[in-house]
Structure formats: structure tokens, C-alpha cells
Nanobody
Framework: QVQLVEFGGGLVQAGGSLRLSCAAS????????MGWFRQAPGKEREFVAA??????????NYADSVKGRFTISRDNAKNPLYLQMNSLKPEDTAVYYC?????????????????WGQGTQVTVSS
């Protein structure tokens, strides 16, 4: 069974940091494009960050709202995928999801993605 599972969510004070991880099972995702999305209550899911496969290169992309604060990375030979979140703001509060797609599926980091995790809650207090 192909599965992605997120870890590392929690409650943090504004200005603090959290590090999310995403573990994969069922197949090797090393060559896949992987990304992070988030969904706040009452809002649609939005793109946060993405990274190209290990064999392709370390190409990354970020939403304007998180540039300079979040860093996406992945292990060289294994999962998980990471999202380092610094200088967190209350508006970062959301359920964060990791996602993956095969290389060559799309030229856009924003989508589409084929596999999704269940999400991990990140809550940033004022």
C-alpha cells in the first residue's frame, strides 16, 4: 500500500519553529517530486513548497507567503521529506500535507500530485 505520513506538527508560539517530516512507504519516492501543502479552516488547500527528485537535482520552489522562513529538504538515500518552519506566524496555522508525483508528470511544482498524506496539525499562537 502506497502511503505518506506526516510528523512533527504541534502548538508553537508566534516566532517559533517547527520541523515537519514526511515518511513514505509502499514504493521508492527518491525520484519523485515532493511537496508540502496546507489547509486552514474554511480555506482551500494551498501550495507551500516543493522539491525535485534526488536524481534530478535540488530544485526547490516556495509560496511567496513562506519564502525566507520555510525550507524544504529531503534525505539523499531515504525518506522522510522535511519542512523546516521558522519565524512562524498565526496565519501559518493549518493542517500540513505532504504530497508526491512521478518525475515528468508536470512542469509545475504546484501540481498535480498523485499521493497524499493524512496531514499534521500546526497551530501558531499569538
Amino acid at each position: 500500500q502506497v502511503q505518506l505520513v506526516e510528523f512533527g506538527g504541534g502548538l508553537v508560539q508566534a516566532g517559533g519553529s517547527l520541523r515537519l517530516s514526511c515518511a513514505a512507504s509502499g514504493r521508492t519516492f527518491s525520484s519523485y517530486v515532493m511537496g508540502w501543502f496546507r489547509q486552514a479552516p474554511g480555506k482551500e488547500r494551498e501550495f507551500v513548497a516543493a522539491i525535485s527528485g534526488i536524481g534530478v537535482g535540488g530544485i526547490t520552489n516556495y509560496a511567496d507567503s513562506v519564502k525566507g522562513r520555510f525550507t524544504i529538504s529531503r534525505d539523499n538515500a531515504k525518506n522522510p521529506l522535511y519542512l523546516q518552519m521558522n519565524s512562524l506566524k498565526p496565519e501559518d496555522t493549518a493542517v500540513y500535507y505532504c504530497a508526491a508525483r512521478p518525475p515528468g508528470r508536470s512542469s509545475s511544482f504546484y501540481g498535480p500530485y498523485d499521493y497524499w498524506g493524512q496531514g499534521t496539525q500546526v497551530t501558531v499562537s499569538s
